[in-house]
């Protein structure tokens, strides 16, 4: 019986994605069909546990404890089931209002439209990262636009920079309240219609006002967010090798998740890539002081008022991924523990509906990571002690159980998340990041206030030139492994000893489970093992027709492959070479000329070239361009290659 169960939960979801066309009813059924089998499941372990006898015995406590974080477990998938049973794409309701929008202007003129301030926030990024953020958004198309650099590091360069270019800088006296405290200062020296937020590493599109500034033609709307889209491989894709074949580790919520919450009326702001009605921040005295994720709490702010939250699925910004583990821990703990002070200060907020409590609560900081580091232990706590996970029960009812039920989910995951998802490497990520943040969640829990706001270090500052084991991951996953494979060891002398049927089938289970954590352990390994960064200037990729000068006077088309502020690759069109001779200037397409220093031959007829130092004009041209939103990054995959992805996982494992 528990293999034509496991049949149906495989059978199910695939005979589903084969016969429906994609669509929110095919996600529907899918996740009907996970709720059919995870309900099943979960009557099943409810009604087989043994609530009365032997109570007290420590086996009867560890089987209590199993069930109590299964039950934990089973809600936060559930939460996160209904957060993907349903998606949004507000694209063509943005084309609509850009339209209106450009209409009114046409017609009215620039009295007819919102004005727009873009506030840059910064406290101590260099000049490699804060420049292309300046020049991206002083090159915004949009009539009725200013923007402010929000300087919490009162750096004079940067006030230099800022006055060459044109832009207006603001630095306070003292760094109160940290980046919610630095944009509620720029609000009182500022006064445009609409707020649009850049953290520094992000460089905005030239049509981003233009794309959001139309949905504010709704009264109602006091926020739109829109995804943090990156440039650069993050920690998780560069450590792995994987940065051309696997999106970064934030594509599966902004992609996804967050359309799937925009449905449900619970979007809420991630902080940079916003736009903000200043009317509504006013109404909420400015972003939150009292949480280090303010972006969240001014969301619930603005549910409480009655502003709506949406989300618009199309990147108007690219920008910096964590280029470390180390950057990426920073981060992911202060959304942590950020989460958790929300929770806190939500419990005392009128104005709430039980949908907005329910999703704006952290169930998955809570749950997530420390259950991926309690299912390591089961089978640890097994073989070392021969306490069972599970009361007494036959192979074959597991299998129609639980593993039909983790049948479906994986099988019904694999076509929700559109690509996004991938069995056994999302969750040996979530295992790798439980080590760093589970520890700090229980703390939060424990202390939810008094740990201050962290920058996350990025550009220069956050690069490292070898590899660097990144010891608060690889000590605990290392051990761990070692375990696994003693316990594997052990498996299989048992099996070979074991007489009955039944008693085979478990050890077959567990078998099963220990190559799972082990597969899950390598993969942690790998990330814990940082590699050295390739680039400081990152490249967008063109494929653009563009000219060459030589020094002799002479010109020559070629395709602008890619290019960033310190370089371009090149190769020659219509079947001609490039001449011997050094090369004095690139023209882009748009006529700006690029002094060129030096030029070396890649493979084939592909030119490398480099630039000479350039003014802040030819700067400015050069991120107008490369950054405008018309091309990709080339260093981001243009489209997830899953087997590509393992390959390269296993082909790093092999050089480690």
């Known amino acids: 019986m528990g293999a034509e169960v496991l049949f149906l939960a495989i059978a199910l979801p695939v005979a589903i994605t084969l016969?429906?066309?994609r669509s929110n009813w095919r996600r529907l059924l899918l996740v009907g069909t996970i709720f059919i089998f995870g309900l099943r499941y979960l009557w099943w372990r409810l009604e087989t546990f043994p609530w009365t006898s032997d109570q007290?015995?420590?086996?009867?406590?560890?089987?209590?404890?199993?069930?109590?974080?299964?039950l934990a477990v089973i809600l936060e998938v559930t939460l996160f089931l209904l957060s993907v049973g349903w998606l949004t794409d507000r694209r063509n309701q943005a084309d609509i209002a850009e339209a209106q929008l450009r209409e009114r202007y046409a017609i009215h003129g620039i009295d007819a439209i919102p004005s727009v301030d873009v506030f840059i926030t910064s406290y101590n990024e260099g000049s490699e990262v804060l420049e292309k953020s300046i020049l991206g958004a002083s090159s915004i198309d949009y009539p009725k636009i200013r923007v402010w650099v929000l300087d919490?590091?009162?750096?004079?360069?940067?006030?230099?920079?800022?006055?060459?270019?044109?832009?207006?800088?603001?630095?306070?006296?003292?760094n109160?309240?940290?980046?919610?405290?630095?944009?509620?200062?720029?609000?009182?020296?500022?006064?445009?219609?609409?707020v649009m937020l850049m953290d520094a590493d992000f460089v905005a599109y030239r049509n981003s006002a233009w794309r959001t500034a139309g949905l504010f033609a709704d009264p109602r709307i006091g926020t739109v967010q829109t995804p943090q889209n990156f440039f650069n491989p993050d920690a998780i894709q560069?450590?792995?090798?994987?940065?051309?074949?696997?999106?970064?580790?934030?594509?599966?919520?902004?992609?996804?998740?967050?359309?799937?919450?925009?449905?449900?009326?619970?979007?809420?702001?991630?902080?940079?890539?916003?736009?903000?009605?200043?009317?509504?921040?006013?109404?909420?005295?400015g972003f939150p002081t009292d949480s280090i994720t303010e972006d969240i709490l001014l969301t619930i702010n603005f549910c409480r008022l009655g502003w709506k939250t949406i989300y618009l699925a199309e990147p108007i910004s690219t920008g910096l991924a964590a280029e470390t583990l180390?950057?990426?821990?920073?981060?992911?703990?202060?959304?942590?523990?950020?989460?958790?002070?929300?929770?806190?200060?939500?419990?005392?907020?009128?104005?709430?509906?039980?949908?907005?409590?329910?999703?704006?609560?952290?169930?998955?900081?809570?749950?997530?990571?420390?259950?991926?580091?309690?299912?390591?232990?089961?089978?640890?706590?097994?073989?070392?002690?021969?306490?069972?996970?599970?009361?007494?029960?036959?192979?074959?009812?597991?299998?129609?159980?639980?593993?039909?039920?983790?049948?479906?989910?994986?099988v019904s995951m694999v076509v929700l998340s559109e690509g996004y998802y991938m069995p056994v490497f999302n969750e040996a990520v979530s295992l790798f990041a439980a080590f760093e943040l589970a520890p700090e969640i229980l703390a939060a829990l424990a202390k939810p206030f008094g740990k201050g706001f962290a920058v996350t270090p990025k550009g220069n500052d956050s690069l490292s030139g070898s590899i660097l084991p990144y010891q608060q991951t690889l000590v605990p996953t290392s051990v761990l492994l070692v375990l696994n494979i003693l316990i594997l060891w052990r498996i299989l002398f048992a099996i070979g000893d074991s007489v009955s049927e039944s008693s085979t089938g478990l050890l077959a289970y567990g078998f099963l489970w220990c190559v799972f954590n082990i597969v899950l352990l390598v993969i942690s390994v790998l990330l814990s093992l940082q590699r050295p960064q390739p680039r400081l200037e990152h490249r967008m990729l063109i494929n653009r027709l563009a000219h060459v000068r030589n020094q002799d006077g002479s010109i020559v088309d070629a395709r602008l492959i890619d290019l960033s502020l310190t370089g371009a690759l090149i190769e020659p069109v219509h079947n001609v070479s490039f001449s011997g001779d050094p090369i004095q200037m690139l023209e882009l397409e748009t006529g700006l000329m690029v002094p060129v220093s030096q030029q070396w031959k890649r493979r084939g007829e592909l030119l490398a070239l480099n630039f000479a130092e350039l003014d802040l004009a030819t700067k400015k041209g050069v991120v107008a361009y490369a950054f405008s939103g018309a091309f990709k990054s080339s260093e981001q995959p243009q489209q997830i290659d899953l087997g590509k992805t393992i390959r390269q996982v296993m082909a790093q494992a092999a050089r480690a």
């Open 19 to 21: 016969l429906l066309p």
């Open 56 to 70: 007290w015995s420590a086996e009867w406590i560890w089987w209590v404890v199993v069930l109590a974080i299964e």
């Open 152 to 174: 919490d590091g009162k750096r004079a360069w940067l006030q230099r920079f800022c006055d060459d270019a044109g832009i207006d800088y603001i630095a306070r006296a003292s």
């Open 176 to 194: 109160t309240g940290a980046k919610a405290g630095n944009i509620n200062h720029a609000l009182q020296q500022s006064e445009g219609d609409l």
């Open 238 to 285: 560069h450590n792995l090798g994987i940065a051309s074949s696997w999106c970064d580790e934030q594509s599966f919520f902004f992609r996804l998740i967050a359309r799937g919450r925009d449905a449900l009326g619970v979007a809420f702001c991630c902080g940079s890539c916003s736009v903000h009605r200043r009317k509504a921040l006013m109404e909420s005295n």
């Open 326 to 410: 180390d950057s990426f821990f920073i981060q992911r703990k202060r959304w942590g523990r950020g989460g958790i002070q929300v929770a806190c200060l939500m419990l005392g907020r009128k104005g709430l509906n039980w949908i907005q409590r329910i999703f704006f609560f952290p169930y998955s900081w809570i749950t997530q990571y420390n259950s991926r580091l309690f299912f390591q232990i089961v089978p640890i706590v097994f073989f070392f002690s021969g306490m069972a996970p599970l009361p007494e029960v036959e192979a074959g009812t597991i299998l129609s159980y639980q593993a039909s039920f983790l049948a479906s989910m994986i």
